[in-house]
């Protein structure tokens, strides 16, 4: 489907552009993608979003639309077909409160498992956990957060099925157990092995490393 | 119009359940309001809310929806007249990133003004003015984020007017300078003005002595 030149501005390692081209990719629109270097940003980046400055930014008929939930609902709005939200209100709803709680609760959780050390670190992980079992609570005994198929909740969270395998694996560190969170257990294994959320996954050796890179420059202070 | 059983559960002082008031009155929807003890939560709101517990909780047709911006979204989209979101897609995506930023980076400094002493009150007073600003540049020159009329960002932004006001007055702070933030004063000076806006704006005096007394009660350790 001709995409009308749609241009998306994005950064291999940011769960949030991951979003934004699993949606694309769902609903079949071309687009040009750019990456941004994170270091030198490019004048698209600081014109299309010069509130945050960040990835990811969607350029379409001349107008910049930035914060990845927000270009998720343009995204469904835009293109009708192949619907990322329920059609129900309140389904509708659900989805946007469960993307909403994976940014506000999952999202500095995490963060805080890669950035911190010690006692803080511990807490993080155990926020982590305790926001990963309130997040399988959205499955509400589902396959996935659109129900029967991947919707527009999904796509909000795919990232972290792979963020939490590769946090566990990189830094040795329990965060999802299979016998207490068997459904969002499943759920990580179901988005993983779907081929649209897939496809956009930053290669696993280069995230881990990436990941790393970023903890121990951020950790440097606390530990020299 | 019948509310075909809409209940809202919130508090006098939250500038979140005024978001859900003021939209139902645009939309002219019939509801029953249950003020909640917020130290002797109803088991409606914990139910409701298992997730945060925090109010507003709208229930509709035996479902409660959650965080204020999802349940202006659930009501737009359930009663079609008097939208709140306008048409475009792109204007809609502009409303929500605006309502958005408020709660990411106004709601911190705001509530930093209130709980926080010396060199942190300077910084969050400090961190309000620029976001207040930034703010100022959604309004793109027109009277209010809706365009002409009150929308979705308006209703979601507006207890920033009275809140500044307020904090502005009892604390004796500079928050917003009208020289250099035109077109915000004169958008507070609209909303403050708009009679569905004013209409659930808390009592002043009441407001300033119980902002007065979480912020003694907040810094008391520091002050002590």
Redesign the interface.
Known sequence: MAGEGVKLLGYWASPFALRVRSALKLKGIEYEYQEEDLGNKSPLLLQGN??YKKVPVLL??G?S???S???L??ID??WKHNPLLPED??E??RS??WA??VDEKCVPALVGVITKVGEELEKSAREAREHLK?LE?GLDGKRCFGGTKIGFADVAIAWIAYWVRMEQEAFKIQLIDQQNMPLLAAWIDYVLEDPVMKEFMPPYDKLVKHTRDLREKLTAVVSN
Do not use: C, D
């Open positions: 010069p509130v379409h008929k107008k639309i930035s914060e939930l927000v270009i609902e343009y709005e835009v209100p309140y509708r709803a946007r409160f909403k709680f309130t609570s």
